[in-house]
């Protein structure tokens, strides 16, 4: 078992996340950072909550496209796929002003009141996190070999079935397709700043700051050991979700 | 096979839900519902980067938003941006610093009811070699002819912002075209003006209150002073604060932003202006409380209703 090495330190990790923000204080008095109560801990669940549910929608969005274009061949799919791979590499302040023209009072949903809200961060980064987890999903799928899904059928199943197969041998892939997508989306300022206003309330709890539009914030006023501090507790946060989704993408094999 | 499509859903599934049940863990009370009181609305300022990185706003807005029980939202943007989102309809209430965009905002008619709120100076700040030479010049015009004439690195916003405007509008007065290699826009708030300034040993126009609050981060020292401290009046940095006019956008929140305009030029708040210190100096000067009346602070500068210009 080759993941094996990998998964004990992501077992320790694991334990870790539940005391992150416990960590991130001590972190902070440790540095002793003219930060208030709750400010860090409400920012890192705001960089959390918009990620995780922009994340999570844009699987259950991607995941399917990439199972219907593995499974299916139609004229115009080598098109298709140029423009999700185009995605990729889609700048995010582009997406953020995209969607700040979309919300804004006087654009198409500006009569739902979503800017400056977690919720217009979230479109954002759905727009950010869906062609790469599209673009990785298909390419595990493809990648699954014709002969798992000859011998699948061979054995009786039906195509639902041999789908499932192909899905149950791509899921690593798959993992690091929505990893990827997880990536993109914590790490990423431009658009958030645009959309979210980077916005906390008088008293320090972070309304639509995230950990990365802080850290733009506090590089802006030249404290940079503050930044770095919020960077640390940044990288931390993407680590241990990354081995989160490892640990529970190799319990199936055992 | 019904066994291993369970499974499958199972890893999709608690991938996603062990992730959320993290964050939920990790919440700490940072519910914004928690922080919202009896009216329960919200405020959405749109404000320049200098009233919110000194932390005045966070210092006085939580009297108003207890007494009112509602909450504010402000969003730091320079003044061209803020008064673009206001334009847009993102904000109910602006405040910033360039009196000609504020007048043209007003002019065009998405502005209501502006008054005066504060202000502090600009200063020209630089390194302590001072090389073209300004320490204690008497005219921030002059100052700017000599750090163009020597060529000295100069660090321009060049973001819109109410700063950026009264740099342009300096050297204009100077009568000099600033451009060259010395010349950089660099596109940022003020802090990031200051901090790239630092590093290069450049001059920049600071206002006073961003640059008292980072000044322990940077070495750079004011060569030209503003009016505060004895300087050239073109150097004053006045704020100004309005309403978004409900008749052009008739979902602003515009009885709260009333309230708020009320409750920022009361005496109350105009003494935690004042109050307001950092490294033990004062930031920013109320100027909304007046024994004598100021009918210029309502209208655009030079509005009289015998003018054609109504």
């Given amino acids: 078992m080759p993941l094996e090495p990998v998964v004990l330190p992501a077992a320790s990790l694991l334990e870790s996340a539940t005391g992150l923000a416990a960590g991130a204080k001590s972190a902070v008095a440790l540095v002793d950072l003219p930060f208030r109560d709750g400010y860090v801990s409400s920012i890192i669940y705001v960089s959390l909550y918009v990620s995780l549910v922009a994340v999570t929608l844009s699987t259950l969005f991607s995941v399917p496209v990439a199972i219907f274009l593995g499974f299916t061949d139609f004229p115009g799919k080598g098109l298709v796929k140029s423009v999700i791979n185009t995605g990729m590499g889609f700048p995010s302040v582009v997406v953020g002003l995209i969607v700040l023209f979309a919300v804004s009072n006087q654009g198409p949903l500006g009569s739902l009141e979503l800017i400056f809200t977690k919720e217009a961060m979230i479109m954002s980064q759905f727009v950010l996190a869906t062609p790469p987890i599209t673009a990785i999903s298909l390419a595990a799928i493809t990648g699954v070999g014709d002969d798992v899904r000859d011998a699948a059928r061979a054995l009786g199943g039906t195509r639902i079935d041999a789908a499932l197969v192909v899905l149950k041998e791509a899921r690593y892939g798959i993992a690091t397709a929505v990893l990827a997508g997880f990536g993109r989306a914590i790490s990423e300022v431009g658009s958030v700043l645009i959309v979210g206003g980077n916005i906390t309330s008088a008293d320090g709890i972070s309304k639509t700051r995230t950990l990365t539009t802080a850290i733009q914030l506090e590089a802006r006023q030249g404290q940079y050991e503050t930044a770095m501090v919020l960077g640390a507790v940044l990288v931390a946060l993407v680590l241990t979700v990354n081995a989160v989704v490892v640990r529970f993408g190799d319990r199936g094999v055992r | ?310």
Avoid at chain 2, 207 to 214: H, K, L, W, Y
């Fill in chain 2, 1 to 310: 096979m019904p066994i291993q499509r369970r499974e499958v859903l199972t890893a999709l599934g608690t991938g996603t839900l062990a992730g959320l049940a993290g964050c939920s863990g990790i919440t700490g009370g940072g519910e914004e519902e928690a922080s919202a009181g009896v009216t329960g609305e919200t405020l959405t300022l749109t404000t320049t980067t200098s009233t919110y990185d000194t932390g005045l706003l966070d210092e006085i807005h939580g009297s108003f938003e207890e007494l009112y029980g509602v909450s504010v939202d402000a969003v730091a943007q320079g003044t061209g941006a803020a008064l673009e989102s206001a334009r847009n309809g993102n904000s109910d209430v602006v405040m910033v610093h360039a009196r000609g965009l504020e007048d043209e905002f007003l002019r065009n008619g998405y502005g209501v009811n502006r008054r005066d709120l504060m202000f502090n100076d600009f200063v020209i700040v630089g390194p302590e070699d001072d090389p073209a030479g300004i320490s204690g010049m008497g005219s921030a015009t002059d100052a700017l002819t000599a750090i163009a004439d020597a060529g000295a690195p100069f660090v321009s916003r060049g973001d819109n912002s109410g700063t950026h405007t009264k740099e342009l509008n300096l050297w204009e007065a100077a009568g000099t075209e600033p451009g060259g290699d010395w010349y950089q826009e660099i596109g940022g708030g003020m802090g990031e003006a200051l901090n790239n300034a630092n590093q290069q040993g450049a001059y920049t126009l600071s206002d006073r209150g961003t640059f008292i609050s980072q000044r322990s981060e940077i070495d750079l020292v004011i060569l030209v002073q503003g009016p505060i401290e004895g300087g050239p009046e073109i150097l004053s940095n006045p704020y100004g604060i309005m309403a978004v006019n409900p008749g052009v956008h008739e979902d602003t929140n515009y009885d709260l932003a009333m309230a708020y305009i009320g409750w920022i030029t009361s005496p109350g708040a105009q003494d935690a202006i004042s109050n307001y210190q950092m490294n033990g100096e004062q930031l920013f000067f109320p100027e909304a409380v007046s024994e004598d009346p100021d009918f210029q602070q309502y209208v655009p500068e030079g509005w009289s209703s015998e003018s054609s210009d109504a």
